[in-house]
């Protein structure tokens, strides 16, 4: 007869923890032959059984289905052997001497490689541990991120017990469900003439009549097909027809066994297990991703490597299956981290070197054969889900595709669904089968928040959108980059052009219709949306939006000036200078507003050789364009002559700004803003030839109209502030110096920030001063 394997670690402990099921569990020499001689006889229902002396042999059988509570496990049989001493007393019409053999269906070996993710696997043993009563539970998230794998581990674990039957059923739908079905009930010895309902039934039931059993109901990530979100139809309705069975009928729920769920619908908690019984699988810590890195790739990252294998893993944003992916494709083509991070950097829009590379599909034995484990195809199932589903959340979806995954404002989402709104007719169909008006005349602005509600709700569901911690009451989401490489993978396939133009002409213009104008006070608002700007611009070639994506990033260059980030400025202004003389010309005003402002941006970062070349430039255009007098001519004079100041051409720079300062209290007046700038350029020049009693006497001037013009915390008042108090330094009028220079920093702290170049440059010449900052800041 074949024995059992021994007991593995697992399962001693679980009979170390539990005295009975020790008990029943610890020899498998009561399944062997038993000396002595046997008896059964019976009185109504109650049968005795007398062990006696002589040769017994167990029999070797299955479970039978009988009226009532007839079925008797082996292991109560062995139980009531060892309590009675040989004599039992049962009131159960059938008994037997032999346990039925623990029935396993799972399709995958184990892997013995998986990684140890504490944190999850010690919350599916706290939720699902061995028991004699029925639960369930559920992973949960975004395809991709190890639920599968979690589950197959748990299998395993629970299979060292020799009586728990384990089965694995595919949930994906009807079809794969069934075909499951039909293994399991072969394997149960189940009539082969049953189908539809009735095999289903079968299985079921006989599932629910062992004493000990787990089942995986793997990607069951479409829940209608269990009857969630389903409406009840029958006759009762009017219908005339019969009620259909939903798959949840047939899942089994017997008092001694195990559900386990995986699905990538957030909404699986709460429905086919309780709210508090579902479990969030999402990314590794870094810990585990890099011991994923290693195991798959089967070589130990060393020291060298270690700092670019981290920068691997935070760009593959810690998730498993990007990660092993990324470590088979490595092992397989002896590929560095270094070298495999190159493949994935983001050079121009379509990134076809990083997608070609995500693209990859490496053989996993642990995953059903003919699906892809592709990064940039494991979510176009959940895609198209999601389009059956809610239109606005598959179409929302897209357009973030176009912007950046990170720090999303609710209100782009809010803006981006008004366009979609604007777009479509009213009463078109949603993916549920019923119509919504969703255009601009809906009954009222409260259906439009429900229906844009939902929608977000959908995308969290099922793991596209995560809501951010964010201080006050802006809502903030971010995007799975992932995710949108995916989404813009499969919007670049050819037969779906249309839809690549339209989602991303639809993210510029959610954008542009949100950027504020150039105002201090907004600055915060700008600063939400300044990176999606810049995102949105770069696909502007796609949907032919370079005019509009020019203005916008003209904008968001204003700003990023303001704000003293130049580095970030400069690809702004050069993306805004490309769209502009490719449609507007090199002499368009705006062609040349976005070449000076370029120029600014170099001058700023200490390149004056390149920034005079193009002020050169501009100012040729002006005067031609323009003419000699118009105030955009009179500032690219002014440009020009600071960056002669700044080499340090004192007398060419000094000759230009006189010459602007009279055409401008010509043109201009004497109070306008660029006025004040030009007297104010006068007297830095003044004082850089050593000549300070004239610059002192201006920058008193220029102080007092800026405060009367522009106000006190204006940032050209506190650089006028700053202007003085250096004037007063050098003219040995220290504590007066002192003293400004302390006033304007504070004010620079509160208005500018601390990181703002002209905050940090007054920090340092009152350090070098020899005051103390944190006196100075009060």
């Not at 032959?33 to 006889?41: F, K, R, W």
């Not at 121009?348 to 053989?363: A, N, V």
Request: glycine share 6%; aromatic share 8%; with cysteine.
């Amino acid at each position: 007869m074949k024995r059992l394997l021994p007991l593995q670690k697992a399962a001693d402990i679980d009979a170390a923890e539990n005295p009975r099921k020790k008990l029943l569990l610890s020899n498998d020499r009561d399944r062997d032959e038993q000396p002595g001689t046997a008896s059964q006889h019976g009185d109504g229902n109650r049968q005795f059984n007398n062990f006696g002396t002589g040769p017994q042999k167990n029999v070797d059988g299955n479970y039978f289905e009988a009226k009532g509570n007839q079925n008797i496990a082996y292991l109560e049989t062995v139980l009531r052997i060892k309590l009675t001493q040989g004599f039992i007393v049962t009131n159960i019409k059938h008994s037997y001497a032999e346990r039925p053999r623990a029935c396993r269906v799972i399709p995958f070996p184990r892997n013995e490689d998986v990684i140890n993710r504490a944190h999850i696997f010690n919350q599916l043993d706290a939720l699902l541990p061995p028991t004699s009563e029925y639960q369930s539970g559920a992973l949960w998230g975004l395809g991709g991120s190890g639920k599968t794998q979690v589950a197959l581990e748990y299998a395993y674990r629970r299979s060292r017990d020799p009586a728990c039957s384990v089965f694995w059923v595919h949930a994906d739908n009807e079809t794969t469900f069934t075909q499951d079905y039909k293994a399991i009930a072969k394997r149960l010895g189940l009539a082969g003439g049953l189908d539809g309902p009735e095999l289903l039934t079968a299985v079921r039931e006989r599932i629910e009549a062992g004493s000990c059993w787990l089942l995986i109901l793997d990607n069951a990530d479409n829940l209608a097909a269990f009857g969630v979100g389903r409406t009840q139809s029958g006759k009762g309705q009017g219908r005339g027809v019969e009620e259909k069975h939903s798959l949840y009928d047939f899942v089994p729920r017997g008092s001694a066994g195990t559900v386990l769920w995986t699905s990538r619908d957030k909404r699986i908690g709460g429905s086919l297990v309780g709210a508090k019984r579902a479990i969030n699988v999402a990314r590794m810590t870094d810990a585990e991703a890099m011991a994923l890195l290693e195991t798959v790739g089967n070589k130990k990252i060393g020291e060298g490597e270690r700092d670019g294998a981290a920068q691997l893993l935070a760009e593959l944003d810690w998730f498993p299956l990007a990660v092993s992916q990324a470590a088979a494709y490595m092992q397989r083509t002896s590929t560095t981290p270094n070298a495999y991070l190159l493949k994935l950097a983001r050079r121009k829009t379509r990134c076809k070197t990083r997608w070609k590379t995500l693209q990859q599909s490496e053989f996993d034995r642990h995953r059903r054969a003919g699906l892809s484990n592709s990064i940039l195809e494991t979510w176009d199932l959940s895609m198209e889900q999601i389009r059956q589903e809610n239109e606005m959340a598959y179409d929302i979806l897209h357009v973030l595709a176009f912007l950046d995954s990170q720090n999303i404002p609710l209100e782009i989402m809010i803006q981006a669904a008004a366009a979609l709104r604007d777009e479509k007719p009213t009463g078109d169909r949603q993916g549920d089968g019923s119509t919504r008006s969703i255009s601009s005349g809906s009954d009222s602005e409260d259906d439009d928040n429900e229906v844009l509600h939902a929608a977000i709700q959908v995308l969290q569901e099922f793991s596209f959108l995560h809501l951010r911690a964010s201080e006050g009451t802006s809502r903030a989401y971010e995007m799975h980059k992932l995710v949108q490489d995916a989404t813009q993978y499969a919007l670049s396939r050819r037969d779906r052009r249309e839809d690549e133009v339209r989602f991303s002409k639809l993210a510029l213009r959610a954008v542009t219709d949100l950027f504020p104008e150039r105002r201090r006070e907004l600055w915060g608002e700008c600063e939400k949306y300044v990176v999606h700007a810049q995102r949105a611009g770069e696909w502007a070639e796609l949907c032919e939006g370079e005019i509009e994506a020019s203005g916008l990033l003209s904008r968001v260059s204003d700003y990023l000036y303001d704000r003293g980030r130049w580095r970030e400025k400069e690809p702004v202004d050069k993306r805004a200078y490309e769209f502009r003389r490719k449609r507007l010309g090199e002499k368009h005003p705006d062609t040349i507003r976005s070449m000076a402002s370029l120029a600014d941006t170099y001058h700023a970062q200490g390149r004056y050789e390149e920034a005079e070349k193009i002020k050169v430039e501009v100012l040729a255009l002006r005067r031609d364009v323009l003419g000699e007098k118009h105030p955009d001519t009179i500032r690219s004079m002014a440009d020009l002559a600071r960056t002669y100041h700044a080499q340090g051409r004192y007398e060419e720079a000094e000759k230009i700004f006189v010459e602007v300062l009279a055409l401008r209290r010509d043109v201009l007046g004497e109070t306008h803003p660029d006025t004040i700038w030009s007297m104010a350029d006068l007297a830095a020049t003044y004082h850089n030839q050593g000549r300070y009693e004239e610059p002192e006497k201006i920058f008193v001037e220029v102080l007092a109209l800026r405060r009367d013009v522009l106000g006190e915390k204006h940032p050209d008042t506190l650089q006028a502030m700053h202007d003085l108090a250096v004037t007063w330094n050098s003219r040995q009028r220290c504590p007066e110096a002192l003293d400004m220079m302390q006033e304007c920093l504070k004010l620079q702290y509160k208005v500018l920030g601390q990181s703002h170049p002209s905050t940090r440059r007054s920090s340092r010449i009152l350090n070098s001063w020899g005051a103390d900052r944190k006196t100075a800041l009060g």
